[in-house]
């Protein structure tokens, strides 16, 4: 289900996924078919996790990189479901494809 809250959102950032809502930044974002796909990546993650262990983890995640580059918007962008959903959010038919725990391998990859 996708919902709309227009001040929801810090600066650049558009979409989230809260299992099992995709919350978009403004109503013609839902016809943004990328960030879609995007987003439900993060809800397949948020799903084979249990939901509550994905958020842990994601935190947990953002915290340790964001020591290890002094820079949170990097870390962000190097959380391992950010960069399994950045890299595959173009590929539309990746959620069809995808094998169990894929975040995994990015954990390590640059």
Do not use: C
């Not at 249990?50 to 958020?55: A, K």
Request: aromatic share 24%; glycine share 0%.
């Amino acid at each position: 289900m996708i919902l709309v809250f227009k001040h929801f959102f810090y600066k650049n950032y558009v979409g989230l996924s809260l299992w099992p809502f995709i919350i978009l930044k403004d109503n013609t974002l839902k016809e943004d078919i990328v960030l879609i796909n995007h987003e439900k990546i993060h809800l397949k993650q948020q799903q084979e996790l249990l939901i509550l262990p994905f958020y842990i983890w994601y935190i947990t995640e953002w915290l340790l990189r964001s020591l290890f580059y002094l820079d949170s918007y990097k870390a962000y962008q190097n959380i391992s479901f950010e960069r399994e959903a950045y890299y595959n959010e173009n590929n539309l038919d990746y959620l069809n494809q995808r094998k169990f725990f894929s975040f995994i391998k990015y954990l390590w990859r640059y």
